[in-house]
């Protein structure tokens, strides 16, 4: 891979939730949403986070745009520590990072028509001059997909859809770098959510804009990322580019999760990992590594030591996986210990 | 559940401190001297002195406050100005006349409440359910010392009506005035309940409306089990869970609406009590009565919260 | 029930079945004529988008439609008998006995102020009569069943006090308590994690293969049907488009709808170069229906016939069945018209 400019930099993201508890309702523990996590966005690139729920992924977005105050760790935009920043500042850097949610919806005032909605951004953080905001509006409007009509509509007139191109006509309207879209596509009906997908990739090549794209669906990040991290409990367990990730996955709970989707493709009759039992609560996240509990590959050093995101034999250049026996379970050494 | 419980009654405590800050407070904020206001105007000054002397006002507010608290908590809340008796034989007996009154309203109110809120559930905007929840608009709305006064007229004293009016006219079944046979309860305890019950009814309606759209009452019927069943079990008890709540409250409130029903019935307890008190500045017993409320207030509040906590099973995560 | 002996080879065969919601000046045909059968022990897939009617096709099973909602016409047949034709007290006896439902959201389906094993034991003494004791240890045996770990703990624990995939294990222990012959599972994994959904999709095949029962599996999810089901009926604007089994539902799909459907997920097989394929504009509402094929404004194909003409079912020879007139002898369009050539890859 070439050098590409860093963007987004964030290192050891920590964010804990205080638990509430006792007699006097001190805080009695931690959920530990994201517990070290450190990646770099590229400049242009779609990174992807997937993983189950719980995991940390929508965390991990919320976090590098401040919306939830990050425990601790850094995260550096254009060389700059965002956790350093003011408020004031930081409300200036969001014109450079925005996000789309999964609803549209809850995101956006009911009562405010689109022509609202767009202006809206664009006053707070004045990057366009008065007199032009309604020509950018109906530009807007047009380049996700709209038509100049529906510019005084609510959104309650809108379909799943169309609300969702409102929320990236929102996301758009003051010119960002950097979108982070969390579960941006997963309410939508499919044949609906094939034509955002497509939307959201045009745009990338029009505007040059760079994707944090958070999601469950390992189908629509495949066709959508450049590289793709792998969360389970708050924790990174393997970040590859998409061809490695796919046809090279290292991780066992990579492997598991891609076996567990089911395909519409009834020729080939594929291996399935089955896991058992389900993802343990990140108040107290198992010791060791945290997929020990439900991987079929666990040992005692399992249960002990942390295994630290690496890049091991035969894995291309930026593939690292968090697995002590990722190799020995590759070349066929170390074998599944629980039947 | 027992960690619960320590803490809640632990929290009731800093509540009690208030109340008790305020009632002390009282006596020091309401104008004039209070040793003038009990020896009375005319009273020579070397009297208006030893009542000051002998009630320790001439000490410092904390100190007063402290040896005021100190009495209460041993059940001492002073002696009544008026009849000189001390203040707690002086609540004593009538304390159980307004228990009695507040938790027979609050018992008639809630079984009024729930029937007709699941009726008017269960029938949504069908005629019964318009009609009952125009009734609850009416008992919401009515101030209770009129309704008070009107079932005494009619039901009491009897009107004047033409004699082809049935039941009504001419009647005295109950007794307009007193406290312990049945005929003297009924109409205080309409009259006191009637309110809540409309808010009850009112609640429960609404409640019951959000917990039959839930998932687990579609549930519930795919399993085969009976409307009945459905709507008595399966959806009572989470629509409860509100209802809890606002019955609680209403209790704090029935507490205050005794004062006026009281007056209205003549019921000799703390209600008319506090009013008769406060008419002759009588501010011992004041302070005692109101004291007292307060505190069955709190421990109304503890064991409503604890109930609330019992059915709803979702909040108990220690 | 009666004794009539089985004679019946279908377990469910439903016939133009329509369900619809009345408002104050609209009847909005939620399910419009939907047909369908599921021989005895097969799984059969109904898919759809949102509004497509396949949920309020297996709510309407049960007789579960509620105001505003009627059936206003069809049969439903199970076991030979048409449900539309039975008391509510009849119904009673085969909800959650002879036929029981499981729905999407394990966590609002439970009862949240009843444990576990009150909620599965009340099957128990609805429809067999069991007191407290028996039930409860039916309803033990029934969560190991679902493979609850422990079940003599988790039989008297509420419900927030599981997870996501083991309340729907407990829905499942519920509705196959009576051990009955229909499952009707809608959307059962779609609120669940990939992991749990394969355990979940994993555990009800392996009960039907033991219990034999037939399954009517409702979802979006066209990779869940083609791994589970036998047969599929996909569902577009109340009505069936394509009737078939599995197998060549997925190796050649018919319907241009069908083919839109399929062509429009990403795969997390292989890449995709360029745009996906997508399904122009979105479904009709039901105020403004088209007024003939309900596809037809979306369909690449369409020609005046579609939107003039709403096409039947046709049954081809091997008893499959499509609602398209390019299948049909009046077609008027292109005759070599390919359903599964290239299409538009608009924004």
Redesign the interface.
Known sequence: MQKQKELLKVTDLKQYFPIKGGILGRTVNHVKAVDGVSFTIYEGETLSIVGESGCGKSTTGRAILRLDEPTSGEVEFDGNNLLDYSKKEMNKVRKDMQIIFQDPYASINPRHTVRQILTEAMEIQNSVPKQERNDRVLELMQTVGLGPHQADRLPHEFSGGQRQRIGIARALSVDPQLIIADEAVSALDVSIQAQVINLLKKLQRDFKLTYLFISHDLGVVRHISDRIIVMYLGKIVEIADKKSLFNNQMHPYTKALLSAIPSTNTEVKRERIILKGDVPSPIDPPAGCRFHTRCPFATDLCRTEVPELRNGDGMTDGHMAACHYMEEIKNGEHQPTVV | MF?YI??RI?QTIPVLIGVSILVFSMMHLVPGDPAQIMAGESAPKEQVENIRERLGLNDPLPVQYLSYIGDALQGDLGNSMRSGRDVTSEIGARFWVTVELAVYSTIVAVFIGLIAGVISATRKYSFADTSLMLIALFGLSMPNFWLGLMLIQWFAIGIDLPSWVPFISDTSWFKPSGWGSFQQVVLPVITLGTGSAAIIARMTRSSMLDVIG???I?????????ERIVVYQ?AL??ALIPVVTVVGLQFGGLLGGAVLTESVFAVNGMGKLIIDSIKARDFPVVQGTILVVALLFVIVNLIVDITYRY????IDL? | MTSAPNTYENILEIKDLQTSFFTKDLEVKAVDGVSFTIPKGKILGVVGESGSGKSITSLSILRLIEDPGKIVGGEIRFKGENLLDKTEAQMRKIRGNEISMIFQEPMTSLNPTFTVGQQISESYKIHQGLNKKQAKERSIEMLKLVGIPSPEKRVDQYPHELSGGMRQRVMIAMALACDPDLLIADEPTTALDVTIQAQILDLMKDLQERLGMGILLITHDLGVVAETCDYVAVMYAGKVVEFTDAKTLFKSPKHPYTVGLMKSIPPHDHDIEGDLSVIRGSVPSPAEMPKGCRFAPRCPFATDLCRENLPDLITDEEGNQIRCWIYSDEWNGDPEVDVHAETERTT
């Open positions: 960690k320590i803490r632990i839930q998932d687990y579609r549930t519930a019927r795919a399993k085969g089990v009976k399966h008890k989470n059915l709803n099973k979702r220690d």
